[in-house]
Nanobody, 123 residues
């Protein structure tokens, strides 16, 4: 059974940094390698939104609010995805989720979501 486990969230003051980690278990390495990996977030009363994604080729895309402050990366050998968040603002407060979407020959597997990790930024 595939599981995604996020960690690294917590309480931080505005201007601080956090590094989120997402560990995939129960997933064969080739599926992880072939997946588009992304971080989403959902603030109270708001819809879930994409923060950043990284493709199987290493191409990255960021939401406007994340550009210049957040960085997504991956470690295929360890089956982990990271989100480095710097210069955090109170409006970054949300639950952050990891998502994997297998591509190519594994696309029929569907998508996988983690349970989320809470990030709270105090002013």
């Amino acid at each position: 059974q595939v599981q995604l486990a996020e960690s690294g969230g917590g309480l931080v003051q505005a201007g601080g940094s956090l590094r989120l980690s997402c560990a995939a278990s129960g997933m064969i390495t080739s599926v992880f390698w072939s997946s588009t990996k992304a971080w989403y977030r959902q603030a109270p009363g708001k819809q879930r939104e994409v923060v950043a994604e990284i493709t199987e080729n290493g191409n990255t895309n960021y939401a406007d609010f994340a550009k210049g402050r957040f960085a997504i990366s991956k470690d295929n050998s360890r089956k982990r995805v990271y989100l480095q968040m710097d210069s955090l603002k109170p409006e970054d407060t949300a639950v952050y989720y990891c998502r994997l979407e297998p591509r190519g020959g594994y696309s029929t597997l569907g998508e996988y979501w983690g349970q989320g990790t809470q990030v709270t930024v105090s002013s």
